[in-house]
């Protein structure tokens, strides 16, 4: 199993004085899979990535990237991973393509292969038209795609990318996770650590939710949801006899609780939309006149509450 | 070492392009040089400072003209210019006027008195606007008066437990007193070892600049953290010793391409006598590793670039002072001047001194040896506390 992983972290630990930063994370991430690592800040996100990337010694643990252990006196083994910090890392008075041309030549590439690399990336983050101006005069989001750029150009392996989109307009900001999903389709190995929920919902295949250094709970969205048993809401707005309505929906087999309250009707359900279609028959044939329904998952802003007692963003 | 070379080549272009490099490594210690031989040069130099004397000699005796016979002596060696005058009123009216700077005056009655053991006075009229050549004008007189007291000491021993007539006595004495000293310092010896005022400056401008110029490199590191790259540069697959040594490589270019500078314009813009290429080569690149390492360890032990830049600007100057760039403070003595020799400045002057007289590399090696030392020395605390940084 573990040939097959891009990344294998094990039992990570890490402590700055008397902050334990990290206690004990593990984190796997197989090929073309893009794995979220969400928490709030301070949760211990970057410091977890510092040693997957090996830029920090860890206490205890263990990391393996594409088959290789990684650790801060590593050198060629460190090839396999683009790291785009979650600060800005580039130099402002270079070029964009004098960046990618610095930040390559680290990496071994050299000559047409390298122009020719440089020329893609820039089509990628849609910079090629402002190759030559140097990055001090670009704008954050410029500067936000340029950070990405720079961590793609020698195609690694594994793409770490810590909090890409923090103090990024929402424009860029979609631009960016546009570029991070045509990565995973195109088969990159991805690590992406965020504190906004909606992108690790919308990004990532799976997610470990951390808090205080250690990973609570760790799957696919629905996995966590059904981890914490957090249901699914129909909320239903009608006219008519409501409280029949709401007897009749909490007939129907699977449904946990049905309530009324100023003209509408919540139900909640485990598989609300598997249940959907008998719970509005039974709601109608209860006499009530249906104007507008909406099911509403939970999503893992309901699951990091649920599991730390706290909101992301608190 | 490619790693390291492409980390100094992209901080080169960087230091380059934003000019800082041409201000503080090349046309600041050029232009504070020019202004200093502009305030200094009539002062400090072979022969560019002559001082001018009159002396009125009213005594007539043997020790008065023997003070004469010495002042003409000096004035032969080109030290002073000197010229008789007939009386104090028209030696004070011709200081009055800026012909002299000082006036040497032998009272009446001098050789007389000093023949009879009895205290004698040698005046000095100075011009208010040259205390430098009055100074040396008491100078002179206090060495000859030092001399005159010596001869009378000799006398009195000379004639303890005798009897002499008063005659005998005086006539001894005024022998004695003109006998001049047989030690001399040797001048052609000393030439050798001092530079012109000109190469002097320049040479202690562009020390202490240097300073200045290399801590771009070392600083680069914290730049790289305050800025975001240094994760990138970590995260790249080059040891960590590389990226050190790349801003070591680049304190080191800067270093010696502002010296170079220096060094062939102030040869043919200012006149600046260096001596052996060869020579001043090694010692400029002795200085450079010093500095190089000495603003290492400043910037080892600093957690911000402008933390850095204020705590070397601190050192460069102290160095700078201890050193002699400004003032040739080894010449004060004692333990002042032994401190000098802990900063890579004296050493680099003293170098470039003993150059003056001729030679080559190998009048220099003792500076050589000890700014290579200094260099080791702090070069290596250096290197381990960056290193060791990296984890914070």
Not at chain 1, 102 to 117: D, N
Not at chain 2, 95 to 109: Q, R, T
Request: charged share 15%; proline share 4%.
């Amino acid at each position: 199993m573990s040939g097959e992983l891009v990344l294998e972290a094990t039992g990570l630990r890490k402590r700055f004085g008397d902050n334990q930063a990290v206690n004990g994370v593990d984190i796997s991430v197989g090929p073309g899979e893009t794995f979220g690592l969400l928490g709030p800040n301070g949760a211990g996100k970057t410091t977890s990535i510092s040693m997957i990337a090996g830029l920090l010694a860890a206490d205890s643990g263990s990391v393996m990237v594409a088959g290789r252990p990684i650790n801060t006196r590593s050198t060629d083994a460190k090839a396999a991973i683009g790291l785009v910090p979650q600060d800005l890392a580039i130099y402002p008075d270079l070029s964009a393509r004098e960046n990618l041309t610095f930040f390559g030549r680290l990496y071994g590439m050299k000559g047409p292969s390298l122009a020719k690399r440089i020329a893609e990336v820039l089509e990628v983050i849609g910079l090629a038209d402002r190759a030559n101006d140097r990055t001090k005069e670009f704008s954050g989001g410029m500067k936000r795609r340029l950070n990405i750029g720079i961590g793609l150009l020698h195609q690694p392996t594994l793409l770490i990318l810590d909090e890409p989109t923090v103090g990024v307009d929402p424009q860029s900001r979609n631009a960016i996770l546009e570029s991070v999903e045509q990565l995973s389709r195109a088969g990159m190995a991805v690590l992406y650590t965020t504190h906004y929920m909606e992108e690790a919902e919308r990004l990532c295949d799976r997610v470990a939710i951390i808090d205080q250094g250690v990973v609570k709970a760790e799957g696919t969205r629905r996995q966590l949801v059904e981890l914490v048993g957090e249901a699914d809401r129909i909320h239903i707005t009608a006219t008519g006899d409501l409280q029949a309505a709401r007897a009749a929906a909490a007939s129907v087999s699977g449904v946990l609780e049905a309530t009324v309250a100023d003209h509408s009707i919540e139900v909640m359900a485990g598989m609300a939309s598997s249940l959907l279609p008998e719970v509005l028959a039974r709601v109608a044939a209860g006499g009530a006149a249906i104007t507008s329904v909406a099911v509403i998952e939970p999503n893992l802003e309901a699951v990091f509450l649920h599991l730390t007692g706290k909101a992301l963003r608190d | 070492m490619e790693p390291a070379l492409r980390i100094a080549g992209k901080d080169l272009r960087l230091r380059i392009r934003d000019r800082s490099f041409f201000i503080i490594g090349v046309l600041a210690p050029l232009g504070l040089a020019f202004i200093f031989k502009l305030i200094l040069g009539g002062t400090v130099g072979e022969g560019a400072f002559t001082p001018s004397y009159a002396v009125v000699d009213l005594d007539g005796g043997q020790v008065g003209s023997s003070l004469v016979e010495v002042l003409e002596q000096v004035e032969r060696s080109g030290s002073i210019t000197l010229e008789a005058v007939g009386s104090r009123q028209e030696g004070e009216r011709l200081i009055e006027e800026g012909e002299f700077d000082s006036l040497f005056v032998v009272p009446e009655g001098f050789s007389a008195a000093i023949q009879s053991g009895r205290p004698a006075t040698l005046e000095i009229v100075g011009d208010i606007d040259a205390p430098t050549s009055t100074q040396i004008a008491s100078a002179i007189a206090a060495r000859f008066g030092q001399g005159v007291a010596t001869a009378q000491l000799g006398v009195l021993t000379a004639l303890a437990g005798r009897t002499t007539s008063p005659e005998d006595t005086a006539a001894i004495a005024g022998q004695a007193a003109t006998i001049r000293s047989l030690t001399t310092v040797a001048p052609i010896e000393a030439a050798s070892r001092q530079l012109d005022t000109t190469t002097y400056f320049i040479a202690g401008m562009a020390m202490f600049f240097l300073f200045f110029t290399v801590q771009f490199g070392v600083t680069g590191l914290l730049e790289e953290r305050q800025q975001g790259t240094l994760p990138r540069l970590l995260a790249a697959p080059i040891s960590r010793g590389s990226v050190v040594l790349g801003k070591a490589v680049t304190s080191l270019a800067l270093g010696v391409i502002s010296m170079a500078v220096l060094v062939v314009a102030a040869r043919f813009l200012m006149g600046a006598k260096w001596g052996d290429p060869l020579a001043v080569g090694l010692l400029v690149l002795a200085a450079v590793l010093a500095g190089t390492g000495v603003m290492g360890v400043v910037a080892a032990v600093s957690k911000t670039p402008e933390q850095a830049g204020n705590t070397q600007s601190i050192i460069a100057v102290t160095l700078g002072m201890l050193g002699g760039s400004f003032f040739p403070v080894a010449q004060g003595g004692g333990a002042l001047a032994a401190l000098t020799y802990l900063t890579p400045h004296a050493w680099f002057m003293r170098g470039l001194g003993d150059l003056a007289g001729g030679g080559g590399v190998s009048r220099v090696w003792l500076p050589l040896v000890a700014m290579l030392t200094l260099a080791v020395v702090t070069g290596g605390i250096g290197w381990a506390l960056l290193r060791r940084g990296f984890a914070r």
